[in-house]
C-alpha cells in the first residue's frame, strides 16, 4: 500500500472518522458498523477501499510512519547536536500528541493482535533505522550491528515514554512535553557513547 | 472479565493482606499461576485453571487471594524484589570503582531474572493499563527502581564523577521505564534487533552510562573538550 498516494474523499473520512472514534471508543468495540456511521457512507464504499476495521488502522499507521519519516528529512549537523536532537523530538512528541488515541490503542494491543503487531513493529523498526543511521553519521566509527541494537532500544524507549506521557499516571513523567530532557539525554548518550569508552582507554 | 473476577474485584478493598508468598499453598498457587502463563495469556487464565493445577480449594485460593490479578501482583512483587537484589553490586558499589562493570554485572543479573519470569512479567505488562490492582503497584515498583537510581546519579554528581543538569529523578525514571519497555520486548522475541533478555545487555549499558555519565552536549561534536568523566578507574 502506499500511503503517499492521493486518497478518495471517502478514504479519508474513514480514515479520519475512525481517528475521532478512537478518541472515545476502546479498539476492541470499534466495528465497521461505527466506522461508516461516522463517516457517512455506505458498507460497500467502505469494503471498496478497506477489507477489515485492521486495514483502516494501517492506513493510518502507514500515515503515521511517513509524518515520522519526515521528521528526520534533516541532518543533525555536527555543530549542534543537542540542537539537532531537540528538533527531532519536538516533531516526533508533536506526531505522538496528534495520533495519542490511536497510537496508545495499538500500544495496548498489538501483543495480542498480529495485524497490529506487524504494524507496530514495522514503526518501530523504521525509526530504528533513522536511529541507527543518525548514530553511524555522528560516529564516523562504530559496529552498526551494536549500533542498531541500541538504536531499537532507544526506540523501544521512546515509544515507551510517550505512552506513559500520554496515560497520566506517573508524576515523573506525566507530559510528552516534559519528557523531552530526559529522552534528549539518552539519546545524545547513545549518539556520543563511544567517546565514553575511548576516553577511558585513552 | 468473568463474572468471577468482576466479583472478587469488588472484594479488593477488604483483602490488604500482603502476599510474600511464605505459605506452601501460596507458593503452590504462585508456581502453578506461573506454569499457566507461559502457555496462555493471563485474558484467557481462570481462577479454576489455577486452583486445578495447584491442587488446592477455591476456599483456600480465596482465601489467600481475592482475584487472578492479586496472584499476578503478588508474583510481580516477589520477582521485582528479586531483580532490585540482584542490581546490588550496581547501587551498593564503592564509589571509588568504574561504574560500567557493576552496571553490566546488575543487567546480566536482571536479565537472567525477567528471562526466568517473563511470562509473569509479560502478563503484568500487558495489564497494568487496565487493572487498577496491578497498576498501583507497578508504578510503586517502578517508583522504587528510579529513586535509587537518582540517589545514585546525585552521588555520582556530587562527587564530580558524572555530570548533566538534568533533574536526576526524571532521568532515573526515563531509564527505569525504558529499561523495562526492552526486556518486556526482548522477552516477546518479536524485534531481531533485541532478541532476547541477555542480549540486550550491551545496548541497555550503553544507553545507561551514556545518560549518566555522557558529556553534556552543548556544543559537543566530535572532538569536544567536554570529557565525560565515567572514565576514572578502580584504585586496585
Redesign the interface.
Known sequence: MSATRDRSEAELAVLDATHRLLETVPLGELSVSKVIREAGISRATFYFYFSSKFAVLAALVARLADELNGTFDSRVS?????RG?EDRLRAIAAVWRDNRSLLHAIA?NW??APEL?TLW?GV??RL?DLVTAEICD???SADPS?I???????A??I???LY?AG?H??A??DDEAA?L???K??W??????P??VD??VG | VSAEDRLSATRRSDRPRVHGGDSDTEQAIFTATEELLSKLPLQDLSVAQIIERAGVSRATFYFYFSSKYAVVAGLLARVMDEIYEVMQPFIRRQGDTVAEEPLRESLTAAAEVWSTHRASLRAVMEHWHAVPELQTLWLDVVNRFASGLAADIDRERNAGLANGELDSRMLGSALIWGTERCFHVAGLGVDDDLPNEQAIVEPLLALWLGAIYGADAGGGSNGSTSKPKASRRSRS
Not at chain 1, 555536527?78 to 543537542?82: G, N
Not at chain 1, 542498531?148 to 532507544?154: I, K, M
Not at chain 1, 545524545?188 to 557513547?193: A, K, M, R, S
Request: glycine share 6%; no cysteine.
Open positions: 555536527d555543530a549542534d547536536l543537542e536532537v495496548e501483543q495480542g503487531r513493529l518501530i523498526d530504528t555522528v560516529r564516523q551494536a542498531r541494537s541500541q538504536a531499537a532500544a532507544l523501544w524507549a515509544e515507551r515514554y506513559v496515560l499516571v506517573y515523573d513523567i519528557v530532557p530526559a529522552i539525554r539518552i545524545l548518550g547513545v549518539l556520543l557513547g567517546r565514553l576516553d577511558r
